[in-house]
Nanobody, 121 residues
Framework: QVHLAESGGGLVQAGGSLRLSCAASGSIFSVDEMAWFRQAPGKQRELVAGITKSGRTRYADSVKGRFTISRVNAENTIYLQMNSLEPGDTAVYYC???????????????WGQGTQVTVST
């Protein structure tokens, strides 16, 4: 059984910063790409940022220059440093990981339970 544990959400004023973390644990052979998604009320879930095992990153246009994703492979952990937060960033943030559970198997996607980020004006 595998588990993605998220932490770091909360309430912050516009212009402030938060740092999210997500750690994958359990019976895992390896971890491919890990990513952060978010879902605001009434909207579809969208990709915020992703990072591969080799460190290649991708970002949504709306967060480029403000958010930074990083990763510690030895700990199967990713971080999302969020600066210059805006009310439009308010959402539940979900960690997603492509996990290889056994050698020679294709990766499977797993999700965390989500952490609320609220940015006030």
């Amino acid at each position: 059984q595998v588990h993605l544990a998220e932490s770091g959400g909360g309430l912050v004023q516009a212009g402030g910063s938060l740092r999210l973390s997500c750690a994958a644990s359990g019976s895992i052979f390896s971890v491919d790409e890990m990513a952060w998604f978010r879902q605001a009320p009434g909207k579809q879930r969208e990709l915020v940022a992703g990072i591969t095992k080799s460190g290649r990153t991708r970002y949504a246009d709306s967060v480029k220059g403000r958010f930074t994703i990083s990763r510690v492979n030895a700990e199967n952990t990713i971080y999302l440093q969020m600066n210059s937060l805006e009310p439009g960033d308010t959402a539940v943030y979900y960690c997603q990981a492509d996990l290889v559970l056994n050698r020679r198997e294709a990766p499977v996607a797993r999700w965390g339970q989500g952490t609320q980020v609220t940015v006030s004006t």
